[in-house]
């Protein structure tokens, strides 16, 4: 989609090869993407995480430093495959996994996105919901819950819709517009705030609890993004940036976009006392005047967020169903999320649920992540594009074919570490055979990464080439996949 007046309103394109012509976007683009759309209370509530377990302020905020650090080393360098291939991460993996194996990335990223976007819109609609009864003295019932999740719904799927360049104006004036509302909430708790304060430690120590807060509340947020990041780097150009400028964007805007809201999240956890309600601790500790820029960030914050979070959803089911538009997938994943939202609510009480199964495709997503690395390392970032499209255009053939569309060595390593970090992943329904191994500490996610690429390397030592494999080029034929 280009910046010319015929250009049209709602972006057309699917996770075809973006045209050269039509990647205008900067790395200041990626970086403002990433901030705006993270300055919402469904980031904001991991930073209460920490607190919950028993640290105080400073214990906390280093904590979720330190872990959101490491995992932006893991996260960052994807956004450059993207940069390369001109199509999103899921489709560019065909490159290692196979053309169809490839769809690996699109479902961890199609079910990953589906579940953040369900917290977020619970979180969200919890603030407005509370804000208006505290504001209007409203109803906290039922159909304040209706209208409330149905009113988000709408204005995420409008936006994810529209696609990429309305979400990118959308989430520059959330950057600034959000961070001056949770600098405002600094000074209306401050007087409340303790940086000494602590509570019992979850595991019965400093350092055991500390690692806990490092792995689930700092290192998950970068790696939430292990299938997004191509979706919007595909649009900057590698002939007009390089490589260097887009990945330190990338750094830069998730450290930024994460750290702010979590580090908010840390402070008015510990200046509200919030126990095991972050939500209602926020509400009941707020100043009146506090009130109405909660509801604004309730409401415009989330929708910023999940706006993103189903644009990506879109994308990957395009992805997965070749034959459906972008559009069409984009209206399908909206009204999955919103099913999903209200029976969670109203059905299932199935907040635990769902973080439970963000937390395995958190698991199952890594290995994913360090094949897909391993081989961007190794082709160089050289990728045949016309390659890489195969599944989308119903075809056979091309350099990515390797068996019948699959990379056995990849695959194979995907699925053992995979099956290791299912062992050692710890949720409010399922824990791991592994984790008195590993102290109670949920490090599933980087034992799944760590034995994916030992696998990988061995599985593929022999491998050679563009995207490491010996088999050659072959042409397409309009037979079906």
């Given amino acids: 989609m280009s910046h010319t007046p015929s250009a049209p309103l709602i972006e057309q394109r699917g996770v075809e090869t973006v045209p050269e012509a039509e990647r205008t976007s900067t790395p200041r683009d990626v970086l403002s993407i990433l901030v705006g759309s993270n300055l919402a209370f469904g980031v904001v509530v991991f930073g209460w995480l920490p607190v919950s377990f028993g640290l105080s302020f400073w214990a906390a905020a280093t904590s979720l430093v330190l872990g959101t650090a490491l995992g932006i080393l893991l996260t960052a360098p994807l956004a450059l495959i993207s940069l390369r291939s001109a199509t999103n991460l899921s489709t560019s993996s065909g490159a290692h996994f196979g053309v169809r194996g490839r769809l690996i990335g699109s479902v961890v990223g199609?079910?990953?996105?589906?579940?953040?976007?369900?917290?977020?819109?619970?979180?969200?609609?919890?603030?407005?919901v509370g804000a208006l009864n505290r504001m209007l003295g409203l109803p906290t019932d039922g159909a304040a819950y209706v209208?409330?999740?149905?009113?988000?719904?709408?204005?995420?799927?409008?936006?994810?819709?529209?696609?990429?360049?309305?979400?990118?104006?959308?989430?520059?004036?959330?950057?600034?517009?959000?961070?001056?509302?949770?600098?405002?909430?600094?000074?209306?708790?401050?007087?409340?705030?303790?940086?000494?304060?602590h509570g019992t430690y979850?595991?019965?120590?400093?350092?055991?609890?500390?690692?806990?807060?490092?792995?689930?509340?700092?290192?998950?947020?970068?790696?939430?993004?292990?299938?997004?990041?191509?979706?919007y780097t595909r649009y900057v150009s590698p002939a007009r940036h390089s490589s260097r400028r887009v990945l330190w964007a990338t750094a830069g805007g998730l450290f930024l976009g994460l750290l702010i809201p979590q580090l908010f999240g840390t402070f008015t956890a510990v200046a509200t006392g919030a126990g095991s309600n972050y939500v209602a601790g926020l509400l009941a500790g707020a100043p009146a005047w506090f009130l109405l820029p909660l509801l604004v960030n309730g409401l415009l914050g989330s929708a910023g967020n999940t706006g993103l979070m189903l644009y990506s959803m879109g994308?990957?089911?395009?992805?997965i169903l070749p034959r459906a538009t972008r559009l069409q997938a984009t209206y399908v994943v909206a009204a999955m999320a919103t099913v999903l939202v209200f029976l969670?609510?109203?059905?299932?009480?199935?907040?635990?649920?769902?973080?439970?199964?963000?937390?395995?495709?958190?698991?199952?997503?890594?290995?994913?992540?360090v094949i897909t690395l391993i081989g961007f390392k190794r082709c160089r970032g050289d990728y045949?594009?016309?390659?890489?499209?195969?599944?989308?255009?119903?075809?056979?053939?091309?350099?990515?074919?390797?068996?019948?569309?699959?990379?056995?060595?990849?695959?194979?390593?995907?699925?053992?570490?995979?099956?290791?970090?299912?062992?050692?992943?710890?949720?409010?329904?399922?824990?791991?055979?592994?984790?008195?191994?590993?102290?109670?500490?949920?490090?599933?996610?980087?034992?799944?990464?760590?034995?994916?690429?030992?696998?990988?390397?061995?599985?593929?030592?022999?491998?050679?080439?563009?995207?490491?494999?010996?088999?050659?080029?072959?042409?397409?034929?309009?037979?079906?996949?």
């Fill in 110 to 128: 199609l079910l990953l996105s589906l579940g953040y976007t369900a917290l977020s819109l619970w979180v969200g609609g919890d603030v407005v």
């Fill in 147 to 197: 209208v409330t999740y149905s009113v988000l719904a709408a204005l995420s799927a409008t936006a994810a819709v529209f696609g990429y360049r309305l979400l990118l104006k959308l989430e520059k004036v959330l950057m600034w517009a959000m961070s001056g509302l949770l600098l405002a909430g600094l000074i209306a708790f401050a007087p409340h705030f303790s940086a000494s304060a």
């Fill in 202 to 231: 979850l595991l019965g120590g400093f350092w055991p609890t500390w690692l806990l807060a490092v792995v689930s509340a700092g290192l998950s947020g970068p790696i939430a993004f292990i299938t997004l990041l191509g979706d």
């Fill in 315 to 319: 994308l990957d089911l395009d992805a």
């Fill in 344 to 369: 969670g609510h109203f059905v299932w009480s199935a907040q635990d649920a769902v973080t439970s199964f963000v937390l395995v495709l958190t698991a199952i997503g890594t290995p994913w992540a």
């Fill in 384 to 481: 045949d594009r016309q390659s890489l499209q195969v599944l989308n255009q119903r075809t056979r053939g091309g350099i990515y074919w390797y068996r019948a569309g699959w990379n056995v060595p990849a695959t194979t390593a995907w699925a053992v570490g995979s099956a290791v970090g299912l062992c050692a992943v710890n949720t409010p329904v399922y824990q791991g055979p592994l984790l008195p191994y590993t102290g109670g500490i949920d490090v599933s996610f980087l034992l799944s990464g760590l034995v994916a690429a030992g696998c990988y390397l061995v599985l593929s030592r022999h491998s050679r080439g563009r995207a490491g494999t010996v088999r050659p080029a072959v042409e397409s034929t309009r037979a079906p996949v």
